[in-house]
């Protein structure tokens, strides 16, 4: 990558124009990135002693068993221009929850200058992820213990694999939607609102709310 030097006020104009124009979305990542985070995110599970599931009380309900003990919430909120995709991912028998998307770091020149090249990122809660009121979407789906290790270890990996953000090419939509393929969802277009991509990706999967991974991952 390389910076680029921004010397005419027309070039900043267009720029806040296009901010405006433009979602957070993004393509899908290579198969080849794609294969890489999934070996490292197992390669962690495995280095943390393995993953057995939890024991199951013969006196837990059926329907609440099916649930699991653990959750990612594919969300998306209002923001200045056209919102934020991100997850909340953790135990339903805990308050406490984990946050991961894909921001760029800094003020409104960073994402205005984020629309015409790669900058810095963030990958942890923004402002307004943990308020429901701005809240505009919500797709939650549950795991057992045994696949919510795979699973959060990926999701560990994916923060730490994303140094930059760009309106086009890596963004919040693009970082949940690679969330959603590697616990095996059907993924929308990505380059669409958040709140529409939320919303698409809960009606292409049926609302499921269990989801089970494939022992090839």
């Known amino acids: 990558m390389t910076n680029r030097s921004y010397q005419s006020g027309s070039c900043l104009v267009a720029g ?16 080849h990135e794609a294969s890489k985070r999934i070996a490292d995110a197992n390669a962690l ?27 990612v919430d594919f969300r ?18 805990e308050r406490a929850v984990e ?12 994402y205005v200058i984020g629309h015409l090249t790669w900058v810095p990122s963030e990958t942890g809660a923004s402002y307004g992820d943990l308020d429901p009121e701005y809240l505009t979407a919500s797709y939650r789906v549950y795991l057992n213990e045994a696949d919510a290790k795979r699973v959060f270890a990926y999701i560990k990996q994916l ?5 930059v953000w760009n309106a086009e090419t890596t963004n919040c939509t693009g970082f949940i939607g690679d ?3 590697f616990m095996g969802l059907k ?3 990505r380059w669409q609102r958040p709140e529409n991509f ?13 989801v089970r991974l494939s022992p090839e991952q």
């Open 179 to 181: 969330i959603a393929e």
């Open 159 to 163: 923060q730490a694999n994303s140094p």
């Open 187 to 189: 993924v929308p277009y």
């Open 45 to 71: 599970v495995s280095n943390d002693g393995g993953s057995r599931p939890a024991p199951q009380s013969t006196r837990r309900p059926v329907a609440r068993a099916e649930k699991g003990p653990y959750y």
């Open 99 to 110: 946050v991961a998307g894909l921001t760029p770091a800094g003020d409104t020149l960073a």
């Open 76 to 93: 998306a909120r209002t923001a200045a221009s056209w919102g934020h995709a991100f997850v909340w991912y953790g135990k339903t028998s």
């Open 16 to 31: 806040f124009a296009l901010a405006a124009m433009i979602s957070c979305t993004t393509p899908s990542a290579s198969a």
């Open 198 to 210: 939320v919303n698409r990706l809960k009606e292409m999967n049926g609302g499921r709310q269990m």
